[in-house]
Every structure is written in C-alpha cells, then in structure tokens.
C-alpha cells in the first residue's frame, strides 16, 4: 500500500489545483516534448507546478523518448512526483532508462526506492539483478526486500533464479510477508520457465519452496503448480500424495487432478484408477469426484466403467461420488451411464435420492429419463407399502420426469397422486412434477389431482407453479370447462381452484357460480376468500350485485364487498367511497360497523373526516369518533381538519376516555 502514498498525496493536490482547463489541455494535447520536459523541469512545488508536471509525465508516457529521460529521472526522489514520473520512463523503451533507473538505487529510500524497483520489474531489467542483489546485502528495509524479490521473479533471468534459490536456502525472516514475497517471486519465475517450455526447470523451482520453511499457503501453491509443471510425469508422485500425503496435500492434489491438461489424461487418471480402490473410502470418493469433474473426453472414457462397476459395491459416500460421476462422464456413453444408474433404483441399498436426480438430469436429453419398470406400474398397494429404500427410488424417479418435463408422464402421475394409501411424501411429489410439466392439453391431470387435496395452502403453491408457466386467462378456461363437466363435488372443488388461479376469467365463472342455488354457498365463500388484487374492481362490482339481491347470501356478499378497501391496497379516495357505498347497501347493523375498520387502514386527515362524517348518527357516533382518535393519535402533527375533527369528538362522544385521548391531540404542537 504504502507505495501508493505518492499517488494519493498527487490526487489530494490535484483537489486544491487553480490551473485553468485550457492550460490543462495545452499540456495535455502537445505534441511538442522538449515544451513538456521544460514543463517537468521548471522550478516551483505549487499544487499548481505539482499538478502540471504530473500531467507532463503522462503525456511523456505516450510520446517520451530518450531526450527526457534526464528530467525525469530528476523527479525520481520527489515522494509527490515520483509515481508519474516512472510511469513515463517505464513506457520509454531502450537500455538507457533501465541504467538511469539502476543509478539512482544507491540515491533513493521508501516509497520512492520501492517505487523505482518495482518499474525494473515490470520492464524486466535484466541489467539490475545484480545492482538489486547488492542493495539487498545493505538495506533493512523489509519493503525494500519484498520488492527485490518481486522484480527477480519478474525478470526471471538465470541470475535472478540463482539469486531467489539462495535466500531461499537461508535462514526465514520473521516478518511472513517477506517469505511469502520470495516464495511469490520464485512461482512467477516457473511460471516464466514454464511459458518458455522449460517445465522441468519450472517444476524443480516449485519443487524447492514446497519443501522450504514457509507460510503453508505459499506452500501449498508451489506444489499444485509444480503437479501442473510436471505434466505427464506427475502420475507417480500424485498416487503417492492422494495415498499418503497429508489432508492439505491431498486438497491441493485434488486441485491439480481437476485441472491438468488434457494432453496428460491417459497415463495420470489410469494411474489414479488404479489406486483409488485401495484409498480410503473418504479419499476413494473425494478423488472419483474429482475424477468425474473433468471434462476432456479421454478422462470420461477411462473413468465411466470404472464408476459404473463402483456404483455396485461401493460405501455410501463412494457410491453418492459414483453416481455423480455416472451423470458427468455419461455424456460419452449416455448408454452406459443411464442403464447402471437406472439399475440402482431397485437396488437393495440407501441411495442418496438428490444425488441419483442430479446424475441422471446431467444425461444427455435424448435419454429417456422413465426407468424400465414404469412408475405406471407401481398398483395402489405398492405405492400404500413402500419400504423406505422404495419411497426414496419412487421420489427420486418422479422428480427426474419433474426436471425433464417429460410431459407424457402426465397420467402416471395423476394414478400416483390418486392412488389409495399413497405415502403423503410421495403424493405430493407427484401433484409437484405434474404442476411442473403439464400444459394447457394436460392441466386436466393437475385438477384431478387437487381436487383431493385438502390443504388450501398446497393447492395454491401447486396452481402457482403452473400458472406462472402457462397463460393464465388459457388456463383458467380449461378449468371452467372441466367445471361444466363436474358433479356437485367436484363443481366445489374447482371453484377453489378457480380462486387460486385469479383473473377474469375465473372470476366470471365463481361470479356466476353465486347465482346458482345449488353452488351459491361455495361460490360466495369463495368470492370472500379472493385473493388477486388486480381483480379488485369486477370483484367489487360482483360482490355489490349481489348484496343488493334478494339472495339470502347478501349479508356475506356485503362482507365480501367491505374486506376489499380493506385488505387491497387501493388509492385512497376509492376506499373511502367503497366504504360509504358499503354502510348505504348493508342492512344491518353490525356490517355497517365495518367500514370503520377501512378507515382505520389509512393514517391520513382524510379517513378521519370520512368517518367523523358519520357521528351525526347515533348508532355510529361512537365508533365514529373512537376512528378519528384512533387515526389521529398516529399522524405527525396537527391540521386545522383534524383539529376541528377532534374538537367535533370532544362535543359528540359519550366516553370520557375519548375525550381524553382528543385533548391530548389537541395538546400536540
């Protein structure tokens, strides 16, 4: 961090600059560089000469030659100037600028020091590993040090290698920083070799500050790159390490397995296959996971009948890596992979249920995902006496026609969901994949299959799910068909349906429905449960029609009609005029006394002259003036409206409690 200081210190003042933005510009546009190298080298430490000569090094970095390399090695030892500086000689290319650099090492400390070392690095100045290495036999500086090490793993050169081997050989500084730099540095010179083809040398370099006493992450990397160095070779030293090695080896061998080259595959995963089986059952299936992770199609082909045969006789977290892998390499033989794991659905064993979905929805989509025994074929009283090993290869055949939406599953699901004794888990497994997968031609099986259950909640979720993927007004007028076709159970039934699925539509059909004696007490039931607001207004009108009929459903129609401004959020105006609509259509008294529960809803001066409008009735008076102080209590403040609506309350209301609560309103500045 700190050796951004000079570049933070420059920005703080750039903030107190008064340059002028043509002056700007005219640095910024010349084309001229001897005007931006007497820019650069013109006397003054202003923010304003601080600022020109920064914006005179960056434009030295686009267009700086050798003639301004003498100024701006001049700013190397300003803290404020440096950073810009350096940016300019760092784009300037030719030996000169890495010799003025290397000369003014002996002249510089802090961040102008480590500055100047970090631009050999990037311009990876082969001339100054030996300058850097007598400046490290001098200075205590551990910034110094790190940035040393990072310019000789930049450079990389044989001399700068040498040099990182030799500190590496000594005595660890206490500071871990500075270990984790050197060590940092020599993996960017493998690196370097690496590139250049020289692998074996990369690998060796790896090799020692794996083995060096250093921070365990440094550590930890060396040996993953030196397993990816050594390509083909690293097959006898990986067996070792998976079968021996230490938890973080193994972690970091694992890495590599995934990671290698495909170039490599053969000799390393047949290596690893033959192992594998004499690993421990922990190990066994962390590297089959490994294994079944690697996408080269030399790896699959060597590890899918390896899997295929683990799968039989493999432990339990052997077998869940098994089955995984199955579904990743299966894409080189989908056939292989999806008999074996079919296979496993009557297998006397716990198989882990997710674990076989997720293999085989990884298959290719041209396998067809029913297993060879028909989940069709599973009788009423099969499905009533599942044993557990059968319920988890039940739910976990189902949930792959779910994944799939193999849409011909339709009936087997609906015999499932209907049948006699089925397990709850499994039924509503099966009610789930089919609102998963049915279309508009199959939503018949989904309705048949809710209209056994009794949980609303269930039902909605389930309606949800298949009407947030087909049209909605479509959908809902398959159901009002099935309605017409429907007994009188059934009938009741689908008007719930009908409520959960919400719109136009529906609505018409249960509006309808409350016309007709035989279905009025269900339909009605259900208009007062109606729970999508964009129905707000036909509901409304629905609602209104009917309480203002002779039907003895009136009183509940009214209900319906007042718990709509109550519980939807409607502009306020609307609400209030519902409810004045609502208290002239309701008859008796106790519905009356409901639209007070509307105002109660909005905190605004407006409610509480809505309902103070009705104190002038005895009967309500009361409740009246109870809602304005109620509503009142809640706003912020008083107007003239609400202190004239108080006051009303003081002149009205019988309870001395109210009045109390009123003059406290009143009190409020």
């Not at 090492?105 to 990037?122: E, F």
């Not at 490599?264 to 192992?275: D, F, G, R, S, Y």
């Not at 390896?306 to 056939?335: N, T, W, Y």
């Given at each position: 961090m700190k050796?951004?200081?000079?570049?933070?210190?420059?920005?703080?003042?750039?903030?107190?600059?008064?340059?002028?933005?043509?002056?700007?510009?005219?640095?910024?546009?010349?084309?001229?560089?001897?005007?931006?190298?007497?820019?650069?080298?013109?006397?003054?430490?202003?923010?304003?000469?601080?600022?020109?000569?920064?914006?005179?090094?960056?434009?030295?970095?686009?267009?700086?030659?050798?003639?301004?390399?003498?100024?701006?090695?001049?700013?190397?030892?300003?803290?404020?100037?440096?950073?810009?500086?350096?940016?300019?000689?760092?784009?300037?290319?030719?030996?000169?600028?890495?010799?003025?650099?290397?000369?003014?090492?002996?002249?510089?400390?802090?961040?102008?020091?480590?500055?100047?070392?970090?631009?050999?690095?990037?311009?990876?100045?082969?001339?100054?590993?030996?300058?850097?290495?007598?400046?490290?036999?001098?200075?205590?500086?551990?910034?110094?040090?790190?940035?040393?090490?990072?310019?000789?793993?930049?450079?990389?050169?044989?001399?700068?290698?040498?040099?990182?081997?030799?500190?590496?050989?000594?005595?660890?500084?206490?500071?871990?920083?500075?270990?984790?730099?050197?060590?940092?540095?020599?993996?960017?010179?493998?690196?370097?070799?690496?590139?250049?083809?020289?692998?074996?040398?990369?690998?060796?370099?790896?090799?020692?500050?794996?083995?060096?006493?250093?921070?365990?992450?440094?550590?930890?990397?060396?040996?993953?790159?030196?397993?990816?160095?050594?390509?083909?070779?690293?097959?006898?030293?990986?067996?070792?390490?998976?079968?021996?090695?230490?938890?973080?080896?193994?972690?970091?061998?694992?890495?590599?397995?995934?990671?290698?080259?495909?170039?490599?595959?053969?000799?390393?995963?047949?290596?690893?296959?033959?192992?594998?089986?004499?690993?421990?059952?922990?190990?066994?299936?962390?590297?089959?996971?490994?294994?079944?992770?690697?996408?080269?199609?030399?790896?699959?082909?060597?590890?899918?009948?390896?899997?295929?045969?683990?799968?039989?006789?493999?432990?339990?977290?052997?077998?869940?890596?098994?089955?995984?892998?199955?579904?990743?390499?299966?894409?080189?033989?989908?056939?292989?992979?999806?008999?074996?794991?079919?296979?496993?659905?009557?297998?006397?064993?716990?198989?882990?249920?997710?674990?076989?979905?997720?293999?085989?929805?990884?298959?290719?989509?041209?396998?067809d995902p029913k297993p060879a025994d028909s989940i069709a074929g599973k009788t009423p009283e099969l499905l009533a006496a599942l044993s557990d090993v059968q319920k988890k290869t039940l739910l976990a055949q189902i949930k792959v026609l779910e994944l799939r939406r193999i849409v011909e599953a339709a009936p087997d699901l609906l015999a499932i969901a209907n049948a006699e004794g089925v397990d709850t888990q499994v039924r509503d497994s099966a009610v789930a994949a089919l609102s998963e997968i049915v279309t508009l031609e199959e939503l018949n099986f989904l309705v048949s299959a809710l209209e056994r259950e009794e949980d609303e909640a269930k039902v909605d979720w389930y309606l949800r799910a298949a009407c947030t993927r087909l049209p909605r007004e479509e959908c809902a007028a398959s159901v009002v068909k099935m309605y017409e076709a429907a007994d009188k159970a059934g009938k009741e039934k689908i008007l719930s349906l009908l409520k959960q699925i919400g719109g136009p539509t529906a609505l018409a059909a249960v509006a309808a429905a409350a016309g007709d004696s035989e279905m009025a007490d269900k339909a009605t039931e259900i208009l007062g449960q109606w729970n999508t607001p964009e129905d707000a207004a036909p509901l409304a009108a629905a609602c209104l029609k009917l309480a203002k009929s002779s039907s003895k459903y009136k009183t509940r129609a009214i209900r319906a009609y007042i718990r709509i401004p109550r519980q939807f959020d409607l502009p306020e105006d609307l609400r209030i005029k519902m409810a004045r609509v609502a208290f002239d259509t309701a008859t008796r008294p106790d519905d009356k006394q409901l639209i007070f529960e509307i105002f109660k809803r909005m905190i605004t001066d407006n409610s509480v002259k809505a309902a103070m409008s009705y104190a002038d009735q005895p009967e309500y008076s009361e409740s009246a003036c109870e809602t304005a102080v109620f509503i009142a209590e809640k706003i912020k403040g008083t107007s003239p409206e609400l202190r004239n609506a108080m006051q009303m309350v003081l002149e009205t209301a019988r309870s001395q409690e109210l009045k109390d609560r009123a003059s406290k309103v009143l009190e409020r500045e």
């Open positions: 050796k951004y200081i000079s570049l933070f210190l420059g920005v703080l003042f750039c903030l107190t600059v008064s340059i002028s933005a043509q002056d700007q510009q005219s640095i910024w546009n010349s084309k001229d560089e001897s005007f931006l190298i007497q820019v650069i080298e013109k006397p003054g430490n202003t923010p304003d000469d601080i600022f020109k000569k920064n914006l005179a090094c960056k434009r030295l970095a686009i267009i700086g030659t050798d003639a301004a390399i003498p100024a701006l090695s001049a700013m190397l030892s300003d803290d404020l100037l440096n950073h810009n500086a350096r940016t300019a000689l760092e784009a300037i290319p030719g030996a000169g600028v890495d010799q003025t650099l290397i000369d003014s090492l002996s002249n510089l400390k802090g961040i102008s020091l480590v500055g100047v070392i970090d631009t050999l690095a990037m311009r990876k100045a082969g001339a100054a590993v030996l300058p850097l290495s007598d400046l490290l036999s001098k200075t205590e500086d551990n910034n110094v040090r790190i940035a040393i090490y990072n310019a000789w793993g930049y450079i990389a050169s044989a001399e700068a290698i040498d040099l990182l081997t030799a500190e590496l050989k000594k005595d660890r500084d206490p500071d871990y920083k500075v270990n984790a730099a050197l060590a940092d540095a020599m993996l960017r010179a493998a690196a370097k070799l690496d590139s250049e083809g020289e692998n074996s040398r990369a690998a060796e370099l790896c090799a020692a500050v794996a083995q060096a006493d250093l921070p365990k992450f440094s550590k930890n990397g060396a040996l993953y790159n030196q397993l990816l160095y050594m390509r083909a070779d690293a097959a006898e030293k990986l067996t070792s390490i998976l079968a021996e090695g230490n938890d973080d080896d193994f972690e970091v061998a694992l890495k590599t397995v995934r990671e290698f080259s495909p170039e490599c595959a053969e000799p390393i995963v047949k290596a690893l296959l033959t192992i594998c089986p004499a690993l421990p059952a922990q190990r066994q299936a962390a590297l089959i996971a490994a294994l079944g992770d690697r996408t080269d199609n030399v790896s699959r082909k060597l590890v899918l009948p390896f899997v295929a045969e683990m799968v039989q006789k493999g432990e339990a977290d052997v077998l869940a890596a098994s089955i995984r892998a199955l579904g990743h390499c299966g894409q080189i033989d989908p056939i292989l992979a999806y008999d074996t794991l079919t296979a496993l659905y009557a297998a006397e064993k716990e198989i882990p249920y997710d674990t076989l979905v997720e293999a085989i929805v990884a298959l290719p989509e041209m396998i």
